[in-house]
C-alpha cells in the first residue's frame, strides 16, 4: 500500500511576503526614491526566486546598467537557471525601464 502524501501548509508569513513584494515592485517609482535607493535590484523591486528563473547575477547587472543611464539594450535575454528570479516579473521591470528610459526620465 502507497503512503499518503503529506501536505505541508505554506507558512503565511511568506504567503504575506510574497504578496507584500508584489505591492511594492507594482508601485510606480518618483525621482526622489530613484536617487536615494542603493538597495540591490532584487530588494528594491521584488524579484522572487523560484524553482526556474532568470539567472540572478545576469538580471542584477543588467537592471543595475538601465538604472545608472546605459541605454535599453533592444532585444535583452537572460539564462534559465535553477533558483532564478521569477520571469514575468523580470520582464514587467525591465519593460517598466524601458519606457521610462523612452520618455528621456
Known amino acids: 500500500m502507497a503512503s499518503p502524501r503529506i501536505r505541508r501548509p505554506f507558512p503565511a508569513g511568506l504567503r504575506a511576503a510574497g504578496r ?30 523560484v524553482r526556474r528563473g532568470y539567472d540572478r547575477d545576469q538580471v542584477d547587472a543588467y537592471v543595475t546598467g538601465l538604472l545608472g543611464g546605459a541605454p535599453p539594450a533592444e ?30 526620465r
Not at 513584494?21 to 522572487?48: I, K, M, N, V
Open 20 to 49: 507584500l513584494s508584489w505591492f511594492l515592485s507594482a508601485r510606480p517609482a518618483t525621482d526622489a526614491t530613484d536617487a536615494q535607493d542603493d538597495r540591490p535590484p532584487h530588494e528594491r523591486f521584488g524579484f522572487r526566486i
Open 75 to 104: 532585444a535583452v535575454g537572460f539564462e534559465l537557471v535553477r533558483r532564478g528570479y521569477d520571469r514575468a516579473g523580470v520582464d514587467e521591470v525591465i519593460t517598466r525601464l524601458h519606457a521610462e528610459a523612452a520618455r528621456g
